[in-house]
């Protein structure tokens, strides 16, 4: 938003720090200083595969227009660490500023004319009020937040707050980091003109919207949709789900009276017994999860294919991360599309969700539940980095207490009881049974008093579970991943093997219309271009579209939600002669799911791509869809 | 191919507490090689439930691939069972195990499915101390892959096709003991006497109760030169007590000599009655388990029965602090923390 010359409320930060010394904090407090000014704004980590020593970056976007998607250009570089500081010198954009430690000089080399430099004494400063070396080398970050207060017209009162509630019970705490803000604030204040033409202004243009990460949205779904058992290994960029599970469920899943846990965690000893331990709690009649990233997805591709052919219920999250192997494991990516699509031995397919915000993450996560229990079949939550460790400014989380929890078609011991009747006994295995007509309102005398663990009573390919426990006499089968008839009984027979598969083909079907329906852009379609687009590429997708508005090209947008695919989805691309697909991987995993599922003509599907590991911006997809459409 | 078991029993067969009679605890007919081992040791399951006066259903039949994971549907066809991946029991056991503490977990694993493919999940579900009974039907080779020589196998045995094992065996019962496994018990498919007690005192153990029975390989690896053979195990098998398993506020009727008889109070009230023929072992003492055992491997003998037993041991729920109550018994009243919370937690985001 340009104001008389100044970017009020419209600018990019990058922090340039050295991993392991106490800057995420500090950076955070930047962030929400900004939230709090009723901003919009956006962080994001850049961060190494490491603990300590080495380069780290924060990027932070302002953005009066609520653009949440990264921008190209830094206006503004707190230069901290030499490792990476000629870079960060160069990265800053014409007419920007370079904020450094001037504790030592510039090297002669930073000569640059473009730019405006501003030097902090930071490490002087801190040594001269501070003894200990760990708080010097701490109040080093607080004192250039301090600064940034005074340059970038951040109300000093919102930090002081911000610093009260972040030591709340360490009192001690709060006085020394005060000072060491007020530090900051002095020391540009006398030597500099305050503030820069990049600073906020109060606004209040977020309404009730909070500021959270994905991954503890997801966590929190899962606490909401009633999951008590979550197995998990760590893994980057996974891990703070089951943190963060771990962080609620101790808070509101602990017995008031017996003190004892309403959940169970465990730290599994690899990504196979974790899911495997998932399809255990979930055939035992709990509700139950796992968190992961690309690898630990291929490690559990085997017992996925036993839990789709055997019909266990199965939630896993897949936080996902650049790259094959270990690859870039702290960067972004959506490049497990296909792996999680089609995970597993022969034929299988899973539903997938896509989030694109932290509330997403809440409602798909608790969503996911409910359908991995009617279809009895997995279903994977696609989150990645980007969305899963970084905060993000998103709508508050909303629960409707009167939802109940959907368990999908489980016979109870009372049903079971009323399963009399005729018996269909002497059928051998593999005979085809003769019920099934398609009418679902007696289920139970569709049974013909025997019951079928596999039989399609409602013609929709979803079969009936009964839970281990539940009956004396009736209802008790072996779950196998071998081929069986409908009865769960084993069988090598081709006819019967084929039935199943085609049953759980039926049951494919009937996902389709399950699952989260795609958000479309437009009342009715304008354009015969459209855009695709899916979680994390949705910020940048968002700006994007409004910026080629702005140069008159105008396209129509659907954001799926989820796979299968349902029929509006089919439609939309049906009416577009041209179609672009942004995705954040190499291979346009999601247009080749799109080829392979709809038999989409590769010939109007284009592909709009980002695979460095960093989020996808307005400008690399403003730039890919001008280039075609020249 | 299922075969149909004949459903002819004879009306006087003997009838537990409960009014079932043993055919109750049995399963659809088995498909393994005539003469296998495991059936022998699938008869003992079903005979220890029965004896026990188990309800089937309070029962979930785990297992992986292989031979011995086929056996779960060959007893107990009223419980729940669940052929999982292979080497992989005990991990879907751990899951089955929290969400319904109250069940009884019965895993049926082999060598291969155990010491090679899934040793990982073995050691690590001892570690956790699941409360599981898991059963290794052990026969040192692959049977379903047509006789290659298992982890078990002992080095220099011959199998059929006349190779000799290169490699040092595992031995499972020593692992166990070793990994703080709190019931560990060897026995041999052909010794119904000894396995069925055992099975049942397993079953009664709170915790991970180990039972590593020598199923001889009938096809493939009952040939001689086998240290897994029938004729080789009979010859060599060492017993550390005779053993009675008393349920729980049943009389013990000792007839062993004085002085060599030691009762082993359960969690649940039962007891384990030991007539002791190993001198210098104490089953409640796991170095001298331990050493028992190493002293009959270096023998070339196998050391069954019980080995070693902590009656008094904290499972996994114990350790981890789960609700008494099975957690897929909690409501949603108890679990949704509701949207007032939610409230909350919103707001403190801002």
Known sequence: MSNNGHKTNDFVVRFANVNGTGSASANALFTKAVFRMGIPVTPKNIFPSNIQGLPTWYEVRVSEKGYRGRREGIDLMIAVNPQSMPNDYADVRAGGYFLYDSSKPLPPEYDREDITEIGIPLMALCNAQFSDARQRQLFKNIVYIGALSALCDIEFPVLESLIGEQFKGKEKLIEPNIKALKMGVDYVLENFKCPLDIRLERRDLLGDRILFSGNSACALGAIYAGATVAAWYPITPSTSVVDAFSKYASKYRVDPVTGKNNYAIVQAEDELAAIGMVIGANWNGARSFTSTSGPGVSLMNEFLGLAYFSEVPTVLIDVQRTGPSTGMPTRTQQSDILEAAYASHGDTKHPLLFPASPKECFELTADAFDLTEKLQTPVIVMTDLDLGMNDHVTQPLVWDDTRQYDRGKVLTTEQLERLTGTQVSNLQAGEAPTNGNGSSTQPLEQFNGKYGRYLDIDNDGIPYRTIPGTHPSRGAFVTRGSSRDEYARYTEDGDTYRRNMDRLMRKWDTAKEMMPRPEFYQEANASKNAVIFFGTSTYAAEEAIELLADEGIKLDAMRPRAFPFCKSFIDFVDSHERVFVIEQNRDAQFKSLMMIELGTNPAKLVSVLNYDGTPITADEILNQIQADLK | ?350
């Open chain 2, 1 to 350: 191919m299922t075969y149909v078991r004949p459903s002819f029993r004879h009306p006087a067969l003997p009838k537990n507490a409960l009014g079932y009679s043993v055919d109750h605890y049995e399963g659809t007919l088995s498909t393994l090689c005539a003469g296998c081992g495991h059936d022998s040791i699938s008869a003992a399951i079903a005979q220890a439930c029965f004896e026990t006066n188990i309800e089937p259903h309070r029962v979930a039949k785990l297992s992986g691939i292989g031979c011995s994971s086929k056996t779960p549907a060959y007893f107990l066809s009223n419980s729940h069972g669940f052929n999982s991946v292979h080497g992989r029991m005990p991990s879907v056991a751990t899951g089955a195990n929290l969400a319904n503490r109250d069940l009884i977990y019965f895993g049926v694993s082999g060598d291969g499915d155990t010491a090679s493919i899934g040793m990982g999940q073995f050691v690590h579900v001892i570690r956790r101390n699941l409360n599981m009974v898991y059963l290794v039907m052990n026969n040192g080779c692959y049977g379903l892959t047509k006789g290659q020589d298992s982890a078990t196998a002992d080095a220099g045995s011959k199998n059929k096709s006349g190779s000799v094992n290169l490699f040092e065996s595992i031995d499972l019962a020593s692992l166990a003991i070793e990994l703080g496994a709190t019931f560990v018990a060897q026995s041999f498919s052909g010794d119904k006497t000894q396995l069925v007690p055992l099975i049942k005192a397993a079953m009664s153990h709170p915790g991970f109760a180990f039972v590593n029975v020598i199923s001889p390989c009938v096809t493939f690896n009952n040939n001689p030169g086998s240290t897994k053979s029938y004729d080789y195990v009979r010859d060599h098998m060492e017993t550390t007590a005779m053993m009675d398993f008393v349920p729980i506020a049943r009389e013990i009727k000792a007839e062993y000599d004085e002085g060599t008889v030691e009762d082993i109070a359960m969690h649940d009230g039962s007891h384990i009655r030991l007539h002791k023929l190993e001198k210098d072992w104490d089953p409640l003492n796991r170095i001298s388990a331990m050493n028992a055992v190493q002293n009959s491997r270096v023998k070339g003998e196998i050391l069954t029965g019980l080995l070693y037993v902590d009656p008094d041991t904290s499972d996994l729920h114990d350790l981890i602090q789960t609700n008494e109550r099975p957690l897929n018994t909690l409501t949603k009243a108890e679990l949704c923390p509701g949207s007032d919370i939610l409230t909350k937690i919103n707001a403190g985001l801002r």
